[in-house]
């Protein structure tokens, strides 16, 4: 009998259609000569630090830094259930083989990989990689099960990047947090994504508006440019000059011009595009594509390449036809040459929609999943088309000595743009579509009068950073041109939880309005960079290191030798770190907070906000909010007073508890029941009455 272990519920259910396992347990399928069973995400993760050390549950300067020597592994909270199930399956002497059934990449390798070692399991892995849920996909794929000691080395780098996450965040976060007085989230990733932010708005700060002025010529039929000049007394001696003048033309080029089918996605670029187009987070969107990828209708999303394989030539043409049945097009172009790459594709291909979109109903889809379905529709169909062919045109002519031009575009035959045209005017989105710039037909030496006006403008401060743009940055950390390679910081499939916990931390604020909607660092966040040393903020840096994981997974750079410069670095930056001078008018002092009590989980201070009272350490996770329903069905609020009682004594003595069930009040003594879960739980004991008893 074989287990198979998938990462989730809904896909271990598609995996168990296809081989016939079809009995349904209690966490797990069986049938077939297979048992299918499944993770809720990571069951075993990385141990806290006070699991080394129970000191380690308070955060204090001398203990720093925190290196683990032997890396301890515990069973994340409240999926203890699931990871018994799967231990006793793997128990059972008719069990010979296990197929790691995760999702094919570097972090559904960690997920299996550490079940699998917590476990003490011996029994020999295949491994199951597929980019599609589809049917066939799956069948293929257990066809061609590979042997699970192939995936070793993606193991490793998977597993020296959570070490190195967890060091830096670890000793970097405890380390100015206590220096500063607060808590200051500091991540690998976080706090270089943080940096080019703080730049960013640096520059927009700092920038200078220069006013600028152009004469533009009006011939009647079109206009010409002139350049932009910075002296507006020149600009009105050149009108003077210009204005009802006869003005020769002195040259008219025209040139045709192709532009080339943009390129498939990645989860990168369709998160960027979903941002621009639809105003969708970086964490929306990879939500609706794994979404659409358990529903069959997508491949693998969590990809960084934007190619196909050699493999696939012969099935993409009849995806295509399917796909572009959805834009009423039909006898579609399939110009597949520059996709195909098999160098430029590591895990997975590119995202492409699958051949079960012929069965879907589209508009019966949840909008968000909706409207990322069509992106990934369109821009396979736009890959795959034909060039688009315009003409450009170039006016040129003289006045007083100055050169004034006019560019005009026509398109000639619109290629794979006609896709395109069809889904901006389903959306009735004409500002989308480009427009045609054509000119009149103009001949050299041919003369007009000309009305001279000048067209005042200002030069323009950077842009605030979108998902679209932030996620462009840190895909290009090492800010590299076009045509060399680019380092990035993060993964695909990591980025979006980057921007999303630097906001959930307060380090950073997403603002604007509608779809447009951009990251500003909070004033915390500024300071927090502030007084980073270099070696934490560095995108550069941080990208090396991206670059350094890869060798990992590739076999020319030992995981030990990794995580040995990662812990010296973080050492050096603890022994060597000094406060930042006058720091205490960088952060706002917490001691305008007062705290009522000691957090029972990481002896951090708890304090009082609108919601609750919670412990301000935020990796941390106490909290007791005012509105729980323990509390408000007895007709009670946990008001301060209560809150610091529960704190300091473990328990308060409650009168006047109301009874839903009676009717009735009751005094109750309440105590805390902290088992570290999401939420506090709370337990009732009533007060010994007249006789001695309880």
């Known amino acids: 009998m074989k287990l198979v272990i998938a990462e989730k519920p809904s896909v271990a259910q598609s995996i168990a259609s296809i081989i016939g396992a079809t009995v349904k347990k209690d966490g797990y399928i069986e049938g077939n000569g297979y048992l299918a069973t499944w993770c809720v995400g990571h069951l075993v993760e990385l141990a806290s630090a006070d699991c080394y050390d129970e000191k380690y549950a308070k955060w204090q300067y001398e203990d720093l830094p925190i290196l683990p020597l032997n890396w301890k592994y515990v069973i994340s909270k409240g999926k203890e259930k699931q990871i018994n199930i799967i231990g006793e399956l793997m128990k059972r002497t008719e069990v010979t083989e296990i197929i790691a059934a995760t999702d094919a990449g570097r972090e559904g390798e960690l997920i299996f990989r550490l079940v699998y070692e917590k476990l003490c399991c011996k029994k020999s892995v295949k491994r199951l990689w597929i980019s599609s849920m589809e049917e066939s996909a799956i069948a293929e794929g257990f066809k061609n099960l590979r042997n699970g000691s192939d995936y070793e080395l993606l193991y490793q780098s998977a597993l020296c990047r959570a070490k190195a996450d967890w060091i830096v965040g670890i000793n970097a976060t405890r380390l100015f947090s206590v220096l500063y007085g607060q808590t200051l989230n500091v991540g690998r990733v976080m706090s270089p994504t943080l940096a080019m932010m703080v730049e960013r708005e640096a520059d927009i700060t700092n920038f200078e508006i220069t006013p600028f002025y152009t004469v533009q010529l009006d011939l009647g039929s079109f206009i010409l440019q002139g350049e932009k000049l910075q002296d507006k007394q020149e600009a009105e001696t050149l009108l003077n000059a210009c204005d009802g003048q006869s003005i020769t033309i002195e040259k008219v080029e025209r040139k045709e011009k192709l532009e080339k089918p943009p390129k498939l996605y990645d989860l990168t670029t369709l998160q960027r595009e979903a941002n621009r187009q639809l105003g969708f987070t970086a964490e929306q969107t990879l939500e609706y594509v794994q979404s659409l990828y358990e529903k069959k209708l997508v ?18 043409p009849a995806v295509v036809e399917i796909t ?22 590591s895990d997975h291909h590119a995202i492409v929609t699958t051949m079960s979109v ?172 502030t007084v980073l040393p270099e070696a934490i903020k560095s995108a550069q840096l941080t990208a090396e290191w991206e670059e350094q994981l890869k060798q990992i997974e590739r076999g020319t750079l030992s995981p030990q030798s990794f995580l040995t410069d990662i812990s010296n670095m973080t050492e050096s930056l603890v022994k060597t770190y000094e406060v930042i001078k006058g720091a205490d ?110």
Not at 324 to 345: C, E, R
Not at 495 to 501: M, V
Not at 666 to 692: H, Q, R, S, W
């Open 585 to 694: 008018t960088l952060f706002t002092p917490n001691a305008k907070v007062e705290s009522i009590g000691e957090c029972p989980r990481c002896g951090s201070n708890v304090k009082e906000n609108k919601k609750g009272f919670c412990c301000e350490n935020r990796a941390c996770g106490f909290a007791l909010w005012k509105a729980n329903k323990f509390f408000t069905a007895k007709k009670k609020n946990l008001t301060k007073t209560i809150a610091t009682e529960l704190l300091k004594n473990g328990k308060v003595k409650l009168n006047g508890c109301y009874s839903e069930k009676t009717g009735k009040t009751y005094d109750a003594i309440i105590i805390l029941d902290d088992t570290g879960g999401k939420y506090v739980n709370f337990k009732m004991e009533f007060p010994a009455k007249k006789g001695g008893k309880k």
């Open 358 to 529: 012929k069965n879907c109903d589209i508009h019966a889809l949840p909008f968000g999943e909706r409207e990322v379905l069509l992106l990934i529709a369109l821009r396979l169909v736009c890959a795959v088309g034909n060039n688009c062919r315009y003409a450009e045109t170039l006016i040129t002519a003289k006045c007083s000595s100055a050169v004034f031009t006019a560019k005009g575009k026509t398109i000639l035959e619109d290629g794979w743009k006609a896709a395109q045209k069809i889904y901006i005017y389903a959306k009735k989105e004409q500002s989308q579509e480009e427009k045609d710039t054509s000119l009149p037909p103009v001949a050299q030496d041919e003369v007009f009068t000309a009305k001279a006006t000048i067209k005042e403008g200002k030069t323009s401060p950077p842009k605030h950073f979108t998902d679209d743009t932030l996620l462009s940055a840190m895909e290009n950390a090492n800010k590299a041109m076009e045509d060399a390679e680019r380092k990035g910081i993060g993964t695909p499939a990591t980025r979006a939880g980057i921007l999303e916990k630097l906001i959930k931390t307060g380090l950073a604020e997403r603002n604007g309005e509608k779809k447009t909607k951009y990251f500003i660092p909070t004033h915390k966040g500024v300071s927090l960079i």
């Open 324 to 345: 572009a049945g959805i834009f009423s097009l039909h006898n579609t172009p399939v110009n597949m040459a520059h996709l195909i790459d098999n160098s430029k594709v």
């Open 299 to 316: 491949t693998y999303p969590r990809t960084d390449s934007r190619y196909l394989t050699e493999d696939m030539k012969d099935s993409i």
